[in-house]
């Protein structure tokens, strides 16, 4: 049975050709692929599909952010935290309303393993 790699794996793949002196073929016979063009489609299958996906621009030498880059994911970090804040409060809301709710006798939450 032949394996089939996962996305994880292709990516792994790529990176390691991105950042080590291997070859196509190297890495095909490495990884038991039929064809060393198989690590150059996945290459170019990475690069084309997501913006997330950044490769080395020279083989061992990592691409430095620059400030436009890192103001950009300072600001989605922000962001992210301001969602996530308001996630919070407003479970916190939802269980105090399901406590009130219990305490004035409605049975609101679902009894695990019992017959409802």
């Known amino acids: 049975m032949k394996y089939k790699f996962t996305k994880t794996d292709r990516m792994r793949i790529v ?4 950042t080590s002196d291997l070859t196509y073929a190297e890495l095909a016979k490495k990884y ?8 150059a489609k996945w290459r170019d299958r990475l690069q084309n ?3 997330n996906v950044t ?8 691409r430095k952010m620059t400030d436009a880059e890192r103001k950009e994911l300072e600001s989605q ?3 992210l935290k301001e969602r996530l804040h308001k996630s ?5 809301a939802l269980e105090a309303l399901i406590e009130v709710a219990e ?8 009894k695990c393993g019992a017959k409802q």
């Open 49 to 51: 599909s997501s913006k």
């Open 103 to 110: 305490e004035q006798g409605l049975a609101i939450r679902k």
């Open 55 to 62: 490769f080395a621009a020279e083989k061992g030498k990592p």
């Open 15 to 18: 990176h390691e050709y991105e």
């Open 77 to 79: 970090i922000a962001d």
């Open 32 to 39: 038991g692929l039929s064809s060393a063009s198989i690590v």
């Open 88 to 92: 919070e409060m407003h479970n916190l």
